[in-house]
């Protein structure tokens, strides 16, 4: 079973940038397309973007598409979003997330999830 933490988030003012990571352990991430999404209260989780399992693919939400960038390193089990140009309604709880047969901007397609991390973006 693959246990999944995410870092980096906190309170950053708008046209600024975070870099969260997400770690894995208890298994080999390399073999997992992975996500990550994100949710505000009383709002559906949304998908941001996600990677394939050895980094020759990458998708973006509308909202994020030019601003984020998604990364891996595979040797170090680790997932990186890079969010650039930040904006309030960037806030929310960002989770990552692992996928081991579909490359996926659904929920749904993904086993194994984080706890979140928070990103809140002052204007």
């Known amino acids: 079973q693959v246990q999944l933490v995410e870092f980096g988030g906190g309170l950053v003012q708008a046209g600024g940038s975070l870099r969260l990571s997400c770690a894995a352990s208890?298994?080999?991430?390399?073999?997992?397309?992975m996500g990550w999404f994100r949710q505000t209260p009383g709002k559906e989780r949304e998908f941001v973007a996600n990677?394939?399992?050895?980094?020759?693919?990458?998708n973006y939400g509308d909202s994020v598409k030019g601003r984020f960038t998604i990364s891996r390193d595979n040797a170090n089990n680790t997932v990186y979003l890079q969010m650039n140009r930040l904006k309030p309604e960037d806030t929310a709880l960002y989770y990552c997330?692992?996928?081991?047969?579909?490359?996926?901007?659904?929920?749904?397609?993904?086993?194994?999830w984080g706890q979140g991390t928070q990103v809140t973006v002052s204007s």
């Open positions: 990677i394939a399992s050895t980094g020759g693919s990458t």
């Open positions: 997330a692992a996928a081991r047969w579909v490359l996926s901007d659904i929920r749904g397609h993904y086993r194994y």
């Open positions: 208890g298994g080999t991430l390399s073999v997992y397309h």
